[in-house]
């Protein structure tokens, strides 16, 4: 009897009928696996060195560009709720 057998799961192997790829239209891909380096399994080291390297060799205009509008934000912010903005201009 097969009473502490477990059952195997049945595989299937589709294929679509006019798909004309190397690999499978299914397989789910990071997006940003061509670009990064840090979405490669590694060990937990390894990942924090690689955000590591990323981020010092980063781009310095878009760093620039995201500095500015988090300024902007926040300016707004504390001019929405009335905070006196005389102490940073004198």
Do not use: C
Not at 14 to 35: A, N, V
Not at 58 to 78: C, E, N, P
């Amino acid at each position: 009897m097969g009473l502490f057998k477990q059952r195997k799961n049945k595989k299937f192997n589709y294929e679509p009928r006019y798909y004309k790829g190397g690999s499978s239209p299914f397989e789910i891909k990071h997006k940003f696996d061509d670009q990064r380096v840090t979405v490669q399994k590694t060990s937990l080291k390894g990942t924090f060195n690689n955000a590591i390297h990323d981020l010092k060799n980063s781009d310095r205009q878009s760093t620039k560009t995201i500095g500015f509008i988090v300024l902007v934000l926040v300016f707004a912010f504390l001019w929405f709720f009335d905070f006196d903005l005389t102490i940073f201009f004198s």
